[in-house]
T-cell receptor, first 116, second 113 residues
Framework: ETGVTQTPRHLVMGMTNKKSLKCEQH?????MYWYKQSAKKPLELMFV???????ENNSVPSRFSPECPNSSHLFLHLHTLQPEDSALYLC???????????????FGPGTRLTVT | AQTVTQSQPEMSVQEAETVTLSCTYD???????LFWYKQPPSRQMILVIR??????QNATENRFSVNFQKAAKSFSLKISDSQLGDTAMYFC??????????FGKGTRLHILP
């Protein structure tokens, strides 16, 4: 299924680099999410955007900066990361109803990030 | 390519009842891991249960247990004595040996008082 795509699939960056992860959904959804999956912790929700507005930021360090220019695209800008930020970063999208009820989440394949 | 299918978008059961959430997957690999995650209204993902494919014994965690049928590629989650706090979105996930993880679309579970 190509509903949610993420690029790049793999990224290696130094601690002083600046890079961006991209997520695109082709499903007409109005909500998008960034998750972090690491070996040490189960899946962590990082950011939520509903109708392009950020509605949740779960105590994520400022070295991670999300951007949602429209309802189909979501970026995660990275700068001065730490080695412990190495993880799989997953994007998801869903359709949120008028009462705020979320439907199924469609996950992308993830970006495997390694910080050296 | 691996896929994970959760065929029940939404389910409702009465408190104290037992409920089973279905999950099927497709893979050609022999060694992999399967997970069930719970996402309550607070939105944080909680790892409910984990199963290694090489283990024949079904994993259990208190009221949560799985029925892992490797040949059928089925990994259902059973919640016994359901509680109001079990109300959440439940995701089934598959992880290959190279750490590639794939999620199902989720099942929204409502526990009714």
């Amino acid at each position: 299924e190509t509903g949610v795509t993420q690029t790049p699939r793999h990224l290696v960056m130094g601690m002083t680099n600046k890079k961006s992860l991209k997520c695109e959904q082709h499903l007409g959804h109005n909500a998008m999410y960034w998750y972090k999956q690491s070996a040490k912790k189960p899946l962590e929700l990082m950011f939520v955007y509903n109708f392009k507005e950020q509605t949740e930021n779960n105590s994520v360090p400022s070295r991670f900066s999300p951007e949602c220019p429209n309802s189909s695209h979501l970026f995660l800008h990275l700068h001065t990361l730490q080695p412990e930020d190495s993880a799989l970063y997953l994007c998801a999208s869903s359709q949120v109803g008028t009462l705020g009820v979320e439907n199924e989440q469609y996950f992308g394949p993830g970006t495997r990030l390694t910080v050296t | 390519a691996q896929t994970v299918t959760q065929s029940q978008p939404e389910m409702s059961v009465q408190e104290a009842e037992t409920v089973t959430l279905s999950c099927t997957y497709d893979t050609s690999e022999n060694n992999y891991y399967l997970f069930w995650y719970k996402q309550p209204p607070s939105r944080q993902m909680i790892l409910v249960i984990r199963q290694e494919a090489y283990k024949q014994q079904n994993a259990t965690e208190n009221r949560f247990s799985v029925n892992f049928q490797k040949a059928a590629k089925s990994f259902s989650l059973k919640i016994s004595d359901s509680q109001l706090g079990d109300t959440a979105m439940y995701f089934c996930a598959f992880m290959s040996d190279d750490d590639k993880i794939i999620f199902g679309k989720g099942t929204r579970l409502h526990i009714l008082p």
